[in-house]
Antibody, heavy 122, light 107 residues
Framework: EVQVVESGGGLVQPGWSLTLDCVGS????????MGWARQAPGKGLEWVSS????????YYADSVKGRFIISRDNSRNTLYLQIDSLRAEDTAIYYC???????????????WGQGTLVTVSS | DIQMTQSPSSVSASVGDRVTITCRAS??????LAWYQQKPGKAPQLLIF???NLQSGVPSRFSGSGSGTHFTLTINNLQPEDFATYYC?????????FGGGTKVEIK
């Protein structure tokens, strides 16, 4: 079964840092671009960041650029999201997703993990 | 950035109905569009990619159409398990962007 599983969320104070993990299984992790999206409570989906299969190219939403760092370890089938200087508006469920490709066309997110909740509050 | 606008934001329908959701892109994205379904408390699931390609395992009552800036998701013969929120997403370029969502509710 193709799946991704996130971990690392929790309650953190404003200004703190946090690293989220995502482990992929059931597919060739090293051949897929991977990404993170988030969903604030009661709100819609927001793409956050993506990384190429080799890790040499990264992409960020303007809202997180400079504070979030995406990385991966293909030897561990693991994707990371380091979040620095956490703000209240970063409170959300963070989802990891594989970038699904069909006939070389990519950008579709599938599957998604169950999500990990990050709550930023003092 | 490419803006994605969905309409309506919510729709009330009955089991057996046909529901159509519209997604408009702020610029031409050819067919670089996906649709997702999200049920309460669950992660989104990919329904359709490249505007009209049904993802494996998705029932055939779901269909997508459109190109350029105007796209539609149609659900035929609405089933109880289809009551959820639906999002469109463009994959033409980074940043990837989602529509605001359409909640399909039981009438």
């Amino acid at each position: 079964e193709v799946q991704v599983v996130e971990s690392g969320g929790g309650l953190v104070q404003p200004g703190w840092s946090l690293t989220l993990d995502c482990v992929g299984s059931g597919f060739s992790f090293k051949t897929h671009r991977m990404g993170w999206a988030r969903q604030a409570p009661g709100k819609g989906l927001e793409w956050v960041s993506s990384i190429s299969n080799s890790g040499d190219r990264t992409y960020y939403a303007d809202s997180v650029k400079g504070r979030f760092i995406i990385s991966r370890d293909n030897s561990r089938n693991t994707l990371y999201l380091q979040i620095d200087s956490l703000r209240a508006e970063d409170t959300a469920i963070y989802y990891c997703a594989r970038d699904f490709c069909d006939s070389g066309n990519c950008g579709w997110l599938d599957p998604w993990g169950q999500g990990t909740l990050v709550t930023v509050s003092s | 950035d490419i803006q994605m606008t969905q309409s309506p934001s919510s729709v009330s329908a009955s089991v057996g109905d046909r529901v159509t959701i519209t997604c408009r892109a702020s610029q031409d994205i050819t067919r670089w569009l996906a649709w997702y379904q999200q049920k309460p408390g669950k992660a989104p699931q990919l329904l359709i990619f490249a505007a009209s390609n049904l993802q494996s395992g998705v029932p055939s009552r779901f269909s997508g159409s459109g190109s350029g800036t105007h796209f539609t998701l149609t659900i035929n013969n609405l089933q109880p398990e289809d009551f959820a929120t639906y999002y469109c997403q463009q994959a033409q370029s980074f940043p990837l962007t989602f529509g605001g969502g359409t909640k399909v509710e039981i009438k």
